[in-house]
């Protein structure tokens, strides 16, 4: 089992930053990849942000420039640094793992969500 704790979020100006953590725990295989997707208020889920393994990182345009992922492989751990946050940053960011097992199967996990709020 895993299990995803993710930790950062809060009430923020526009023009401010905030930095969301998730660890991630449990059976982890070498094949994966981490990122962050985000939910506002009658808006389906998106993607913000994912790294692979390797390092390759894939940004939603709406946040390039301004959102950078990193991850620390030693402590299974994915970091969101959000800056300049806007209106629209606003809703609860999930962070997500994906991995393949030994059979080659795809085993998809998520966080329970922590809340971003961007005020004016």
């Known amino acids: 089992q895993v299990q995803l704790v993710e930790s950062g979020g809060g009430l923020v100006q526009a023009g401010g930053s905030l930095r969301l953590s998730c660890a991630v725990s449990?059976?982890?295989?070498?094949?994966?990849?981490m990122g962050w997707y985000r939910q506002a208020p009658g808006n389906q889920r998106e993607l913000v942000a994912t790294?692979?393994?390797?390092?390759?990182?894939n940004i939603a345009d709406s946040v390039k420039g301004r959102f950078t992922i990193d991850r620390d492989t030693s402590k299974n751990a994915v970091y969101l640094q959000m800056n300049n946050l806007k209106l629209e940053d606003a809703g609860v960011y999930y962070c997500?793992?994906?991995?393949?097992?030994?059979?080659?199967?795809?085993?998809?996990?998520w966080g329970q969500g922590t809340q971003v709020t961007v005020a004016s």
């Open positions: 790294i692979t393994g390797g390092g390759v990182t």
């Open positions: 997500n793992f994906r991995q393949i097992d030994r059979e080659w199967r795809e085993l998809n996990y």
């Open positions: 449990g059976t982890i295989f070498s094949i994966n990849t």
